[in-house]
């Protein structure tokens, strides 16, 4: 087992993967680490390959070439129920919009990943009491747990689904463009109770933007295009 | 909790997962009501006669006889003479004979002549004898015994007046001899419930100014003058035999199938209904083809309307993915949502099918003379609605490998 205080959050070296298709977009990715309790910003222009990326890190799809580690983990040495399992456990995931399932309860949503993550579920001790606990520290109004999740604003949507990849503290947290639909100052509101729940489950943060603006908050911001050479190939 | 979800998520689609139960309600409804009223026929069918060994008429089909003596579906195309009628009491193997004449008819009813040892030996339901709810048997030459629908059809009690009309569905009537109602009998569930009984000579005396279908011109012959005369009757239609001794049935159906005076058929009404089903059979198999038939249709229906929920969907299967669900998660929950619509589909139908029993029940037996059982569903039945709901997850599987292999190719971000 590596320690894993040493061990980087996410390690790529020499990723290459290419969209399955006529025009497949390929992405090159010779190096790109986070280190642990780094919370690092991906800048990188529409459809510059961010999400392909991000899709990469939570072994949703697999490198054709290179290796992804997570925790210390190659993603690419486990089978695919293995890397669901390891998503499920290691990863918080927060998409730009529409991140929830409108028909469930909030407490549903947010316990949502707990349900294929055994240990993340311990970590978790009394689920309900966290779901509470999160609801309150992310701001939302008391009581939230039983309405269903569709009712909320965009806003408050999208700190229920910080609250549901914080739940059970998992080591990383990934988010693609969690506030590009909150206008700025939405914007700083959120990220500010994001900050505040890192620092006290000490996770990694990668997440990615377009809005250079964000820098500042974090610890390291990164170019995609410096770490990663796009292209198209033909089939 | 994934069933929660499971149901939240139809709960959010009510309109065409609504629509798709009540398509799979409906036609399961068709599908067990087919399946009872084919039992239910069967079963009253073969209730509606028992302890008859033979029955005898003139020499037609089998099923045709059975038809015609004990169900008053059809018409006799010959008579059976009253002699040979007579020779054939006089077998030593024959325990006991009730002749049967028919031919006349009150309103919708079918009038049947016969002795009053038709009460005695007549059962139904496995040894049931007819009973009497209210008055008496025949005793006087006019006397009717009327079953228990034809009293409530047309209101009648003892001491009513019928007339009698010549023929089935004629416009001449006996008016000049009408008979008087002397008992009504209890239900039976049988074809007894929709006849009027009345004595053999009876018929013999409604028809004295009668000859060869015609009625003879004059002045009608007056009642007190009929009940002088001989009224044994020249022919009879039919008649229920019952044997010594088991053994010597079939004996005795030979002697009478061979009777060289007459052409006749003896029958056991066992086997005669065996072919009837044989003959019915074949339209039951058509029927219940039919009706699962419509129930794939439905179960079709709901495949389509999964697999255009998957484009919709397609954002949510992307977080179930995110959240570490593998795509055989994916699977089973498509999978999983036909199996309760179905279920649901299945219940509803069924609930459909018993309520609209209890409601058109007393209908379809009046009509048909069809009662049917309105007990818990049969093993046969539960067995059927696990077909229907079998056969719901695997035509939920075709749009769940589409989702399964979408959820796959789509990654994290879902393009529209
Ligand atoms: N599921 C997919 N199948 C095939 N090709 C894909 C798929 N998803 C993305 N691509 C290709 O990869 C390219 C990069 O897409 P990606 O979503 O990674 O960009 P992005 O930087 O996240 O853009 P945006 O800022 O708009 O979200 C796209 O141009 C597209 O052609
Ligand atoms: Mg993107």
């Known amino acids: ?235 | 909790m994934m069933l929660r979800l499971i149901l939240g998520s139809l709960r959010a689609r009510a309109l065409t997962v609504g629509l798709t139960v009540l398509a799979i309600a409906l036609s399961v409804a068709l599908f067990l009501g087919v399946e009872k009223m084919r039992n239910g026929a069967r079963a009253s069918f073969a209730d509606t006669i028992s302890g008859t060994d033979l029955i005898v008429g003139a020499r037609s089909g089998s099923v045709q006889l059975l038809l015609y003596s004990v169900f008053r579906i059809g018409n006799a195309t010959n008579n059976l003479t009253w002699e040979s009628y007579q020779e054939i009491a006089a077998r030593p193997d024959v325990d006991w004979i009730v002749p049967i004449s028919l031919g006349d008819s009150h309103r919708q009813f079918r009038v049947m002549g016969t002795t009053p040892a038709f009460f005695e030996r007549y059962k139904y339901r496995g040894g049931r004898a007819l009973e009497l709810a209210e008055g008496h048997g025949l005793e006087d030459l006019y006397d009717a015994v009327i079953g228990a629908d034809v009293a409530r059809t047309l209101g009648y009690v003892t001491g009513d007046p019928i007339v009698v009309s010549h023929g089935i569905a004629s416009f001449t009537d006996h008016a000049d001899q009408p008979f008087r109602v002397a008992g009504v009998l209890a239900k039976t569930g049988t074809p007894v419930d929709r006849t009027v009984i009345v004595g053999l000579e009876a018929i013999e005396a409604i028809h004295v100014d009668w000859q060869s279908g015609g009625q003879r011109p004059g002045a009608p012959t007056p009642q007190d003058v009929i009940r002088q005369m001989d009224l044994e009757p020249k022919a009879i239609t039919a008649a229920l035999v019952g044997v010594e001794s088991r053994l010597r049935i079939f004996g005795l159906q030979r002697w009478i199938n061979t009777y060289p005076d007459e052409p006749l058929l003896a029958i056991l009404p066992g086997v005669a209904l065996q072919e009837l089903w044989q003959i019915v059979g074949i339209a039951e198999t058509a029927l219940i083809g039919v009706s699962a038939m419509v129930v794939i249709t439905a179960l079709i229906g709901m495949m389509a309307m999964i697999f255009s929920s998957l484009g919709e969907r397609r954002r949510e299967m992307a977080i179930w993915r995110a959240m570490g669900a593998s795509p055989s998660v994916i699977l089973g929950l498509l999978v999983v949502e036909a199996v309760v619509m179905a279920a649901l589909g299945a219940a509803i139908g069924g609930a459909l099918l018993y309520g609209g029993l209890a409601i058109a029940r007393p209908w379809i037996d009046a009509s048909y003379g069809i009662w049917l059982p309105l007990g818990w569903p049969d093993a046969r039945e539960l067995w059927m609605l696990g077909a229907v709901i079998g056969a719901a997850a695997l035509a939920s599987l075709l749009p769940a490998l589409r989702a399964y292999r979408l959820s796959l190719a789509d990654g994290m971000t879902v393009r529209i």
């Open chain 1, 1 to 235: 087992m590596p320690d894993r205080d040493q061990t980087p959050a996410v390690r790529l070296t020499d990723v290459l993967f290419r969209w399955p298709g006529p025009a497949g977009f390929t992405l090159d990715c010779p190096a790109f680490e986070v280190a642990r309790g780094e919370r690092v910003l991906l800048l990188g222009e529409s459809g510059s390959g961010k999400s392909t990326l991000l899709s990469l890190i939570c072994g949703i799809i697999v490198a054709d070439r290179g290796r992804v580690l997570v925790g210390g983990e190659d993603l690419g040495k486990r089978g695919a129920a293995a890397r669901d399992r390891l998503r499920a456990e290691q990863i918080g995931v927060i998409f730009q919009q529409f991140n929830l399932l409108p028909y469930a309860s909030v407490a549903d949503n947010i316990c949502l990943p707990l349900r294929f993550a055994p240990e993340r579920r311990k970590r978790a001790g009394d689920a309900g009491a966290q779901v509470t606990a999160l609801c309150a520290a992310l701001g939302l109004p008391p009581g939230v747990e039983t309405a269903p999740a569709g009712r909320f604003s965009v806003g408050q949507q999208q700190r229920i689904a910080v609250a549901r990849a914080l739940i059970g503290s998992p080591p990383l947290i990934v988010a693609d463009e969690p506030t590009s639909s909150l206008d700025a100052a939405a914007q700083d509101g959120f990220l500010t109770l994001l900050f505040d729940q890192l620092r006290a489950t000490g996770s990694s943060l990668l997440m990615v933007s377009h809005d250079a603006r964000l820098a500042a908050q974090f610890d390291r911001t990164v170019q995609l295009a410096d770490i990663v050479t796009t292209g198209r190939t033909a089939a």
